[in-house]
């Protein structure tokens, strides 16, 4: 058992909130971004990427962001709308806000890094007008990720959108989506993290997300049971921790716990694994499978996306990932 409840009776399955941003990934692999000359546009920023990927799989989803009044915002929402993804809540900032940039490097597989211009963006200017409860209403659960707390009045905007959610009976899936760019003050960060994961059923992290949240209250290096039952204590039903190349474990408030191993991957770069990760075990645990299932989906179409150049491209249809699984055996690596 999982424990997480979805009221059938929703017109979405799943609605993101945060932000909509472009990817520029290296042409030019294999050397440092200052060697770097050509880049390919994607859409990008961790919300989108895992909505995207949900659309993918043919979840009914839908997005509220806020986009640049350039061509760059354009592009995204045109993007959206090609996918099937609701964008009726997607609003477009008049004041000269910029879309985010993600510039990625990708030296070796093992070695990808992420050059994130976040100065001045429209998804952070997204604000508590723009958020509807009656559309929040609509949906059967909400995606939340952690950037989208970083600054005023995006974070309002966010705890806005968890009430309405804790009103509506809507399950609440938190991605950490920790991007210390975006952020001033480390305690600053653990605060606005442990409110919203206090309001949170689902919680999917990595064992460095966790430790930034709990190092607030000296927590820090706490093993990942421990990490977990302390969530339980509050809205959680889920907690989820990943561990890269070693897998994830997933614990359950009933006290079950799940380890699930990786697939293997050519890898070509490793960011997108979270997101792709996330996409999938949403999708799995909202059809009805269980954790241990939504971890294997999720490890699977982490190895998919791992494996090619983009994020949001590259996510996986339902047809894609259950060739992928028919076809590849699952690693136990085992989380540690
Ligand atoms: N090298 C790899 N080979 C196969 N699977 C991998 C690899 N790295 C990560 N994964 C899969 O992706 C999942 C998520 O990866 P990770 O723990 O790196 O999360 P993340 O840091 O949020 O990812 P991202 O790099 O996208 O931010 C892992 O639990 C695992 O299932
Ligand atoms: O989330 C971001 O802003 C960067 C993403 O667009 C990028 O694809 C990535 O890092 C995925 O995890």
């Known amino acids: 058992m999982n424990g997480l409840q979805f009221d059938p009776d929703r017109r979405l399955d799943v609605v ?9 990934n290296a042409n030019e692999t294999g050397r440092p971004m200052e060697e770097t000359m050509t880049f390919t546009k994607y859409v990008g920023g961790s919300p989108a990427n895992i909505i995207i990927g949900a659309a993918r799989l043919g979840m009914r989803t839908g997005f509220i962001g806020k986009l640049a009044d350039d061509q760059m915002g354009r592009f995204i929402r045109s ?6 993804i609701d964008d009726s809540q997607v609003c477009v900032d008049r004041t000269g806000a910029v879309t985010g940039l993600a510039f990625t490097e990708i030296k070796s597989p093992q070695e990808c890094s992420i050059l994130m211009y976040r100065d001045h963006v429209a998804d952070l200017l997204l604000n508590t007008e723009e958020i509807s409860e009656a559309y929040i209403a609509s949906s ?7 950037t989208a707390l970083a600054q005023s009045p995006s974070r309002e905007a966010v705890f806005l959108a968890l009430e309405f959610a804790r009103k509506h009976n809507v399950t609440v899936f938190f991605d950490l989506d920790y991007r210390p760019y975006t952020w001033t003050s480390a305690a600053e960060t653990a605060v606005y993290y442990n409110l919203a994961a206090e309001k949170s059923h689902c919680i999917i992290g990595t064992r460095e997300e966790f ?6 209250y000296n927590l820090a290096g706490a093993d990942d049971q421990a990490t977990a039952a302390r969530w339980f204590s509050h809205q959680a039903e889920l907690v989820v921790i990943k561990h890269g190349g070693s897998g994830s474990i997933g ?25 792709s990760y996330a996409s999938a ?19 699977a179409s982490a190895s998919i996306v791992i494996s090619r150049h983009s994020c949001s491209d590259a996510m996986p249809t339902l047809e894609e990932l259950e060739e992928f699984l028919r076809t590849n055996e699952e690693v136990t690596a085992g989380a540690q």
Do not use: W
């Open 79 to 84: 993007y959206l709308r090609k996918d099937g």
């Open 140 to 146: 059967k659960a909400l995606l939340i990720s952690g």
């Open 16 to 24: 993101a909130v945060g932000r909509l941003c472009i990817d520029l």
């Open 281 to 299: 075990f949403i999708h799995s645990l909202m059809s009805g499978h269980s954790v241990s299932e939504a971890m294997r989906r999720g490890s």
């Open 251 to 275: 614990y359950t408030a009933d006290g079950q716990s799940h380890r699930s191993g990786i697939f293997p991957a050519k890898v070509l770069k490793t960011f997108g694994a979270g997101d």
């Open 211 to 216: 430790d930034m949240m709990e190092n607030l």
